[in-house]
């Protein structure tokens, strides 16, 4: 009786439009708010320029959408408000030289010359051995911020010749660069001290101290580490934020996360490096590149995306003990190298489709997108075969006309020499 009742029931005219309505609304903040971005030209610069700096936040997770942005800024201030300070001066300051730069505007407004400095801002007070308010940080923070669009500018203009992204290079050699020529015993900028990691597991670690409350705490730490946090409650509205534009992008962070946290088990990591999220947020942002975001979302690059964060995991060992003999963090230099490598592949496989960077999105557009090229392929594809077909049909209907005239003559002429016979 109740299937019965569910199949008669018609929604109310009231309820469709309170539907549409809701549905409406949601999806206006969803996505990369393609409407906010359009409605935000019409407005003043400052408008504007809190649109991109928003937007440049998000995009350390690829996510264009401002929204978000506000939520992981939030989650920053969560954690610690001198690093978020920090921060948001590094994106408003590599955002607006990239301006005065004349570099593209589509670019700029969509947030991608700001994730870097959002990223050499947080790691640079992260990094700093004097601490939280410590106001003469701001300068180096700045210059560095700077060089963020004109180091993005260069490596830009060498990966177009391959289609590929610089994703967070120019953080990596800027933050690096400021640590290396300051040092631990810099009179006016030091950095925490890195020692020389010369083995992974220590003796004190084993299966018997395992907490698993903190094992499962580490997934979204581990996104969280993407910005240099290690509290949970900010790698959870980080979540919520990349759950809030793509669905798809959310679950390959915790995939990914998940996936290097018990690599590094399997690599016998240390267990606090483990819980404070160090070997989840390289295999995090590895698995977001290549499950959906570079390569239209299916099974197989799916399976390719977790791949990818296993050895992004197994770079993340690697890169952290050379670099630590060197003085330096590993950054993100695992992520990238790893997810370059993994875009590089060339496979004849329809499945495994890499996009053209002028199209890449989010996840879900990037899938719309392929099933109209598919469709508009197969409509082309269809016409080309229906002039074919009346190519071919006309051909054979000129074939056909000749064939009736030349019979028509060589009948005329067997019938006058029939008449020339007769006569004679």
């Known amino acids: 009786m109740t299937a019965s009742m569910d199949n008669n029931y018609q929604p109310s005219y009231e309820e469709a439009p309170t539907r549409s309505c809701l549905f409406r609304a949601v999806g206006l903040f969803t996505g990369d708010m393609h409407l906010c971005r359009e409605w935000v030209k019409r407005q ?9 700096i928003l937007r440049g936040v998000a995009q350390v997770m690829f996510v264009n959408n401002p929204v ?33 730069l004349g570099l593209n505007r589509e ?17 640079m007070a992260v990094f700093s051995a004097k601490g939280s308010w410590y106001w003469w940080l701001l300068m180096p923070n700045m210059f560095m911020s700077m060089l963020c669009p004109v180091v993005s500018s260069a490596l ?8 590929l992204p610089i994703f ?8 690096c660069l400021h640590v290396a020529a300051t040092g631990a015993n810099h009179p006016y900028f030091p950095e925490v001290d890195i020692q020389p990691n010369d083995h992974l597991h220590p003796t004190n670690d084993s299966k018997e101290s395992l907490n698993i409350s903190q094992l499962f705490l580490s997934v979204p730490v581990g996104v969280g580490q993407v910005y240099g946090c290690d509290s949970p409650w900010t790698g959870g509205l980080i979540l919520l934020a990349l759950l809030l534009s793509s669905p798809t992008i959310c679950f390959h962070a915790m995939w990914g996360s998940a996936a290097g946290t018990l690599s590094g088990f399997a690599l016998a990591a240390p267990h606090k490096d483990i819980y404070s999220g160090l070997w989840g947020y390289n295999s995090a942002l590895s698995c977001i590149a290549i499950g959906g975001v570079f390569y239209v ?12 964060a296993l050895f992004s995991t197994y770079m993340t060992a690697a890169i952290s003990k050379l670099m630590s003999v060197l003085a330096l963090p590993a950054c993100t230099w695992p992520f990238c190298l790893s997810t370059l490598i993994f875009l590089l592949i060339s496979s004849e496989i329809p499945a495994i489709c890499r996009l053209p960077l002028s199209v890449v999105s989010y996840p879900e557009k990037n899938r719309r997108y392929q099933r109209q090229l598919k469709a508009s392929e ?23 006309l000749h064939k009736e005239r030349l019979n028509h003559c ?15």
């Open 68 to 100: 978000s942005g506000l939520l992981i800024t939030a989650g920053l201030f969560l954690q610690n408000p001198w690093w978020a300070l920090n921060g948001l001066l590094g994106t408003f300051v590599s955002t607006v030289f990239a301006m005065l």
């Open 410 to 424: 060589c009948n005329l002429i067997i019938l006058r020499k029939n008449t020339e016979q007769i006569l004679m």
């Open 44 to 52: 003043l610069v400052v408008i504007q320029l809190l649109d991109w």
């Open 107 to 123: 670019a700029i407004s969509a947030g991608l010359y700001g994730y870097n400095g959002t990223l050499v801002g947080i790691l």
């Open 378 to 400: 197969k409509v082309q594809h269809s016409q080309q075969q229906h002039s074919q077909e009346e190519a071919m049909l006309k051909e054979n209907g000129r074939a056909a």
């Open 156 to 163: 830009s203009s060498v990966a177009i010749k391959w289609d």
């Open 168 to 175: 967070t290079l120019p953080f990596n050699i800027l933050v």
């Open 297 to 308: 979302l299916t099974w197989q690059t799916h399976l390719l995306a977790l791949i990818c």
